[in-house]
T-cell receptor, first 113, second 111 residues
Framework: ETGVTQSPTHLIKTRGQQVTLRCSSQ?????VSWYQQALGQGPQFIFQ???????GRGNFPPRFSGLQFPNYSSELNVNALELDDSALYLC????????????FGSGTQLSVL | SQQGEEDPQALSIQEGENATMNCSYK?????LQWYRQNSGRGLVHLIL?????REKHSGRLRVTLDTSKKSSSLLITASRAADTASYFC???????????FGKGTRLSVIA
């Protein structure tokens, strides 16, 4: 167990809807990264938050947005869901923004119908 | 985009045998990390090797890094059925740049 918790574990949405995924980081960690993992693929970097500020973003459209709160927990919001958004969404926390060791949650499995 | 490419994509071995997975990457790096994932769940950090290191050990794991060839290998010795999982290499370039993962190797250890 890493101490990183994600909710919900599973979610089913229809195309066009909006979704919010949540992540509580490991105690003492001020950095949270979000990844999207399609079936059979490696995790793809969405963005990272460090002390409540976005600290890097991958090749994802603006309808993917996020927040980090003062307690370092985080949210990932996806608007106007598309079928290709179906994936496992992973949150990872780290002690600092240098990404030397990420602690992952168990993920949220999102299905878009 | 994915920086690392693991090879092979899938590997099946008998319990007690050694498993070797390779990773190639494209750009210069600060460090390279290996992670393990069981059945589509969260990833678990296994080991980190820095660009100025050539070999590192942790228990039954041995990692090598060849920066001239931009490649790394992960060796799991005396494999167990519980080692069955997907293994990913991830590269870190510098500073606050993100960790970039490869597509992974699916390892099956048959008892």
């Amino acid at each position: 167990e890493t101490g990183v918790t994600q909710s919900p574990t599973h979610l089913i949405k229809t195309r066009g809807q909006q979704v919010t995924l949540r992540c509580s980081s490991q105690s003492g960690h001020n950095t949270v990264s979000w990844y999207q993992q399609a079936l059979g693929q490696g995790p793809q970097f969405i963005f990272q938050y460090y002390r409540e500020e976005e600290n890097g973003r991958g090749n994802f459209p603006p309808r993917f947005s996020g927040l980090q709160f003062p307690n370092y927990s985080s949210e990932l919001n996806v608007n106007a869901l598309e079928l290709d958004d179906s994936a496992l969404y992973l949150c990872a926390s780290s002690l600092t923004g240098n990404n030397e060791k990420l602690f992952f949650g168990s993920g949220t499995q999102l299905s878009v119908l | 985009s994915q920086q690392g490419e693991e090879d092979p994509q899938a590997l099946s071995i008998q319990e007690g045998e050694n498993a070797t997975m390779n990773c190639s990457y494209k750009t210069s790096i600060n460090n390279l990390q290996w992670y393990r994932q069981n059945s589509g769940r969260g990833l678990v950090h296994l080991i980190l090797i820095r660009s100025n290191e050539r070999e590192k050990h942790s228990g039954r794991l041995r990692v090598t890094l060849d920066t001239s060839k931009k490649s790394s290998s992960l060796l799991i010795t005396a494999s167990r059925a519980a080692d069955t999982a997907s293994y990913f290499c991830a590269t870190h370039r510098e500073g606050n740049t993100p960790l970039v993962f490869g597509k992974g190797t699916r390892l099956s250890v048959i008892a």
